[in-house]
């Protein structure tokens, strides 16, 4: 049902009158009939959370800054900035191929001669799709041993292979928003990292972040911190996270490498014993039978010096030979000794490869689709917030984590919708980073259009009930998390943009809230003051200033609570009747500007 214009206006004086962000998001709570609600906000330094209803129905746990929800596709940015630490850490380059990465070709069989590259997939424009084996993959992943490789699903004879998996159009060309870019990125920090996926996530972004969510719900300090997700199914049906107090047995991938590794030669020491001088070999093994029968590795070579007196041979060079024949498992074993690549694959690199990459030991690399990189973070309304202040802050929030240049290369514009260069999902996706969503760009992904803040930066989630949005303003002065656990009416298309009608409510709210909170800060001079009267106006109302210049291009703007400009009115003096031709009773949004530069924000009731 759609949200009535009755119930608008109600809330809208409710909301005006109240100046009150907490009472104004329980109006919400309760006419959207939610299950419960977090919300976050930044506004200049100074930040708040609201928290309503329960975080799960059964017990009746209420909803707290403790509870973690699965936050859905807001993971997708998590994980982009744990692939990011590996790009700034100089292990790959964004227009790399990842085939080289992941030990085998992935390609799009229409076009053999374009890689797939890193910013391809973070971007959404690697012509990869969510094919029909996409959920038969994600079904066989998340059923236990062994985990299928990945490849099972993007080559071309796997298991799970599907041509529709990938698009017609050529990589790099197009965006076509799709889960499996982030299971695979998840694949490929595992592969370069020597980490499984989760523990990659937590030793290198959550826990320098102060983050007490993880991709592992066994991780968790407390399971009843989790929020179990809601949808309404003749009454509030659990559909995800119902763990009642029992937390999950952690993970077990063992018996993943058996099919794959057991046959492999990374188990054995790839070097030729003997050296090609026979006089000296024979001299050596006769002290070092080792030398002979197994490898002629540096303890013969320093033999051969000083017994053959160095003669010119290969005795005085070891035999070994770098690497083995499995690429996932060489890379895990020479990440802890390098050695193993770079001179020869000896007794304690064998030794270390049976130890992780033997027969029922689960290789990174394999499928890092596992702990759902793309949408299985459980986190917090606040630990959300601490990812948007890291990237709003372009990382000062951690100093050292991620270089200020590499965040700002993550959340540039990689792509811009022209018109025919992508799928924008309805209006919702306009623009787009490296793993992070441009909105407020136009009429369908606005959040607070039009009122000086820019590009809001980050990514929304749904799923199993949940709705989730965390963003902040490019200009880096507001950012907010909102989340719900279920909606009672369901998901609701929304009235002025692609976003959700509880959505375009809390966004709102919170325009309004940023308005009022921004007005202090930007005031010129402590001297001045703006007052809107009578407010609520069931008739004229004027703007009344004092110690404010009047100038030529002094300019009014009103707003609607959607963000949209509604009225554009210059300034001839400081008391100022508000023209309201064409206006419609509500709420709205005002700022006060000289020559594009805001003086005070702030918001009137028309009656």
């Known amino acids: 049902m759609r949200f009535t214009s009755i119930l608008l206006f109600s809330f809208l004086c409710i909301h005006g009158q109240s100046q009150d962000l907490s009472g104004n998001l329980e109006v919400l709570f309760n006419q959207y009939e939610l299950m419960g609600m977090s919300v976050w906000t930044a506004c200049g330094e100074e930040e708040s959370q609201f928290h309503f209803g329960t975080r799960d129905f059964t017990r009746d746990l209420p909803m707290n800054e403790q509870s973690l929800y699965r936050v859905a596709s807001i993971s997708k940015t998590v994980t982009a900035l744990g692939l990011m630490k590996l790009y700034d850490e100089g292990e790959f380059g964004l227009d790399d191929d990842i085939s080289d990465y992941m030990g085998y070709t992935i390609e799009n069989p229409q076009y053999p001669d374009s890689p797939i590259t890193f910013r391809m997939l973070l971007s959404h424009t690697s012509s990869l799709q969510d094919g029909s084996g996409y959920n038969d993959f994600l079904t066989a992943t998340y059923a236990g041993v062994p985990v299928p490789s990945i490849a099972e699903l993007l080559v071309a004879g796997g298991d ?283 009429s369908g992904d606005q959040i607070c259009l039009d009122q000086g803040w820019g590009s809001f930066i980050g990514h929304p989630g749904e799923a199993y009930g949940l709705v989730s949005d965390a963003y902040y303003s490019e200009n880096g002065e507001v950012s907010f998390v909102f989340m719900t656990n279920g909606i009672w009416g369901g998901y609701q298309s929304g009235q002025v943009s692609t976003y959700y009608q509880i959505e375009e409510a809390v966004f709102g709210a919170l325009c309004d809230h940023f308005a009022g909170c921004l007005s202090v800060s930007t005031a010129s001079s402590a001297s001045q003051t703006f007052k809107v009267f009578p407010n609520p106006s069931a008739g004229s109302a004027w703007l009344e200033m004092t110690g404010v210049a009047i100038e030529a291009d002094t300019e009014l703007v009103l707003f609607d609570t959607q963000g949209r400009q509604v009225s554009s009115q210059i300034i001839k003096s400081a008391r100022h009747p508000i023209i309201r031709e064409g206006i419609v009773a509500g709420l709205y949004h005002f700022r006060v500007s000289l020559r594009g530069k805001t003086m005070h924000s702030g918001s009137v009731v028309f009656q």
């Open 160 to 442: 799970y292979y599907s041509s529709n998996m990938w698009r017609i159009e050529e990589p790099g060309t197009y965006f076509a928003y799709s889960n499996i870019n982030f299971g695979l990125i998840g694949s490929l920090i595992e592969a370069i990292s020597g980490q499984r996926f989760d523990q990659y996530m937590k030793s290198e972004i959550l826990d320098p972040l102060d983050i007490s969510g993880s991709y592992n719900a066994s991780d968790l300090e407390d399971i009843d911190d989790v929020v179990v997700l809601y949808r309404n199914q003749g009454g509030w049906t659990p559909q995800v996270d119902n763990y009642q107090g029992a937390a999950p047995s952690p993970p077990s991938l063992d018996g993943t490498a058996l099919d794959m590794v057991s046959d492999s030669d990374c188990f054995d020491i790839q070097s030729t014993p003997g050296c090609e001088n026979g006089a000296c070999q024979a001299a050596i093994c006769a002290e070092d039978e080792w030398c002979c029968t197994n490898e002629w590795d540096n303890l013969c070579v320093a033999a051969a010096l000083d017994i053959c007196d160095g003669s010119p041979s290969d005795c005085i060079a070891a035999n070994g030979t770098p690497g083995c024949d499995n690429n996932d498992c060489e890379t895990s074993v020479c990440i802890a000794l390098p050695g193993c690549c770079d001179t020869a694959w000896d007794e304690e690199c064998a030794s270390m490869a049976l130890e992780i990459c033997g027969p029922g030991q689960y290789i990174p690399g394999t499928n890092g689709a596992y702990f759902a990189p793309q949408g299985g973070l459980r986190a917090s309304a606040a630990d959300l917030g601490k990812i948007m202040r890291f990237l709003q802050t372009q990382g000062a929030t951690a100093s050292g984590l991620i270089s200020a240049s590499t965040l700002e290369t993550m959340v540039s514009t990689e792509w811009d919708y022209n018109g025919s260069n992508g799928d924008n999902y309805f209006g919702l996706f306009n623009r787009w980073g490296l793993g992070v969503h441009h909105a407020n760009t136009a």
